[in-house]
C-alpha cells in the first residue's frame, strides 16, 4: 500500500525516525525482541492473504491480471515485498506487493468504481476473516489443548495466534481509513457523487499528505483505535465461548 513510499524524502525522514524509536524499544524491553520474533508468521500470514483476496476478487469481476501475473496463490513470495515486510517489522508498518489490476477487463454486469470498491474491500475483509478463524482456533485451543498448553511448544504457538489475530485486525481495519493510498480510498471513491469522485482523485496527493499528518501523530490511534478495541473485544467473547470459559 506504501509502494512508493521511498519516492517522498519527508516519508523517508518519518521512517527513519519510527525504525530507531522502534528498535530502542525493542532493546530496551525485556521480551519485546522475542515478541517481534513471533510476530513474523502473522506478518506473513496477515500480507498474504490480504494480497491473495485482492487477486482473486478482481480475477472473479473478470481480470485475469493478477492471474498472469502469478498473484492467484498463496505462496508468500509472491505476494511479499521484502523491503515493504523488514519495515513491519522494524518500523511498525509496510506494505506488500500491489496487486495489479485491469478494471476494464470487468465484467459488464457490474461498474468499474464498483469493481474497484469489491477489489478493494477483499484485502481488508480476510484479514477480518483470518481473526476470526484464528480467534476460534484459539478457544479450542484453550477448550482441548490440555497440558500442551504448559510447554514451552504450545506457549509459542498460543504466542504466534495471539499475534495472528492482532496483526490482521490491524492490517484490515487500518487499511479502511478512506485516504490514499489506502484501500479504504478506493472504497470510498465508489458511494461519492461524482463532482465529489472527481475532486477526491484530483486531489490525491493532497490527501496522501494529510494521511502522512494522521498516521505520524496520535490521531491515527484515535480515529482505528476504537474499531480495533470493538473487534477485540467481540473476538474476546468469541474465544471465551468456545473454550467455556
Avoid: C
Amino acid at each position: 500500500m506504501f509502494y512508493n513510499t521511498f519516492s517522498n524524502p519527508w516519508m523517508i525522514v518519518v521512517i527513519a525516525i519510527l525504525i530507531i524509536d522502534n528498535l530502542k524499544y525493542y532493546l530496551t524491553t525485556p521480551g519485546a525482541f522475542l515478541a517481534l520474533i513471533l510476530s513474523i508468521p502473522a506478518i506473513l500470514i496477515a500480507i498474504t492473504f490480504h494480497e491473495f483476496a485482492h487477486a482473486w476478487m478482481a480475477d472473479k469481476l473478470g481480470d485475469d491480471t493478477p492471474r498472469r501475473q502469478g498473484r492467484l496463490t498463496l505462496n508468500p513470495f509472491a505476494h511479499i515485498d521484502p523491503v515493504g515486510a523488514v519495515l513491519l517489522i522494524t518500523a511498525g508498518f509496510g506494505w506488500g506487493k500491489p496487486v495489479q489490476i485491469n478494471p476494464n477487463n470487468f465484467n459488464r454486469t457490474i461498474s468499474i468504481k464498483k469493481g474497484n470498491a469489491l477489489v478493494s474491500i477483499a484485502g481488508p475483509a480476510m484479514n477480518i476473516i483470518l481473526a476470526v478463524i484464528f480467534s476460534i482456533i484459539y478457544g479450542l485451543l484453550i477448550r482441548f489443548g490440555g497440558s500442551f498448553l504448559a510447554t514451552t511448544t504450545g506457549n509459542v504457538l498460543i504466542e504466534i495466534i495471539v499475534s495472528t489475530i492482532e496483526m490482521n485486525v490491524g492490517l484490515g481495519i487500518f487499511n479502511l481509513i478512506p485516504l490514499p493510498p489506502l484501500d479504504g480510498s478506493k472504497i470510498l471513491e465508489a458511494f461519492l457523487p461524482p463532482k465529489a469522485r472527481i475532486w477526491y482523485q484530483e486531489h490525491q496527493q493532497i490527501l496522501y499528505i494529510i494521511f502522512i499528518i494522521i498516521w505520524v501523530t496520535p490521531f491515527a490511534s484515535m480515529i482505528i483505535s476504537p474499531a480495533i478495541r470493538g473487534l477485540e473485544e467481540a473476538l474476546v467473547k468469541l474465544i471465551r465461548i468456545i473454550a467455556g470459559v
